[in-house]
């Protein structure tokens, strides 16, 4: 059993991303970092991860102990169905070149990164890990969903035939710093900031939104989830008589990562609205897809061994408000996105 320590070299996936980003920040806070050379991060110019080869290399040259898989392709709705080629074979190629690597050059323990859109449309709620596969997904998601999920069947198939210590996240819909504030390919959280601040900025009267605004969503601060991630590491060990347990006894090799608070889409965005200060009005386009009704995580396993979550979703909401404004005015964008104000 490898136990994650101060000298362990840890290679962070997708460190440049808003969850490899957080988690690369909590590992600095440990004595973890690239100075003391135990920290090992890559960016898309120094290693493609759809490159099988370059990252075999890679692994061959830098042989870390643990690696946290958060690189993917992402984004909302809109891109995913514009994109599902894109969304399935880069995360397919991404996950299996460092899954296979990290077994191959003698990685101890590997953390892979899932999310809650692996579960089906309409699961029992709150959702548990063992509703995987047991109904359709939601189709406007499903090609990141079916990569995502191969992603962790693939970590289970290498403990199974070969007793590779690889674990998965499930975390909900994450937001903060360094989330992805693009308007046509953003999640929820980060679109609705947006919107609602630039038009308070242009002096819009009103905002238009995708949907009904009914689905419920679940909310989990980035940071909070790193946090989750280093607590995994050095808590979780499956083969461990009291590690969590699916209802049929087998031990859990992937964990639900949620808050515990859900709120409509119609709720959070008159809630950021007020946080912003916006007074104009809120215009819901139904012709617009809501996405799967309901999706709030049990997470009752991660609580038994003893992680929660700390942060609010006022305070989240306002620390990503100080980051979008902050990057707003460095790069000046004070062009008007017309196309979703009225």
């Not at 169905?81 to 590997?110: H, T």
């Not at 991630?229 to 083969?239: A, D, E, G, H, V």
Request: hydrophobic share 35%.
């Amino acid at each position: 059993m490898f136990v994650l320590n101060e000298n362990s070299k840890i290679y962070v996936a997708g460190s440049t991303g808003m969850v490899g980003s957080a988690i690369c920040r909590l590992l600095n806070r440990y004595g973890i970092n690239s100075k003391n050379k135990n920290l090992l991060v890559t960016s898309r110019k120094e290693l493609d991860l759809t490159n099988t080869f370059k990252v075999n290399e890679w692994f061959s040259q830098y042989k870390p102990d643990i690696v946290i898989i958060a690189a993917a392709k992402v984004g909302g709705i809109l891109v995913n169905n514009n994109q599902p080629v894109q969304f399935l074979l880069e995360n397919l190629r991404i996950q299996n070149n460092l899954i296979e690597a990290s077994y191959k050059f003698g990685v101890k323990r590997l953390l892979f990164l899932g999310s809650s859109c692996i579960y089906p449309k309409f699961a029992k709620q709150p959702i548990k890990e063992e509703y995987l596969l047991s109904d359709s997904l939601e189709e406007t998601n499903q090609w990141y969903a079916i990569a995502k999920i191969a992603g962790i069947k693939l970590c289970d198939a290498y403990r199974q035939q070969y007793n590779f210590d690889a674990i998965s996240l499930m975390p909900t819909n994450l937001y903060g710093p360094k989330d992805n504030f693009d308007i046509d390919s953003s999640h929820v959280m980060a679109s609705l900031i947006r919107k609602f601040f630039e038009a308070k900025f242009h002096k819009h009267e009103k905002v238009l939104c995708w949907g009904t605004g009914e689905p419920l969503r679940e909310f989990l601060y980035v940071e909070d989830f790193a946090e989750a991630c280093i607590f995994t590491l050095k808590n979780w060990f499956p083969r461990q008589k009291n590690s969590p347990k699916e209802m049929n006894g087998k031990s859990l090799t992937r964990l639900n990562i949620g808050s515990n608070f859900e709120i409509t889409i119609k709720e959070l965005a008159e809630k950021i609205s007020n946080i912003i200060g916006y007074e104009g009005q809120i215009i819901w386009d139904e012709t617009k897809p809501n996405g799967t009704p309901r999706k709030k995580l049990d997470i009752s396993h991660i609580e038994s061994l003893g992680w929660s979550p700390k942060t609010d979703l006022d305070s989240g909401i306002k620390k990503s408000l100080d980051y979008y404004q902050k990057i707003f005015f460095d790069n000046n964008q004070f062009e008007n996105p017309k196309k979703h104000f009225q």
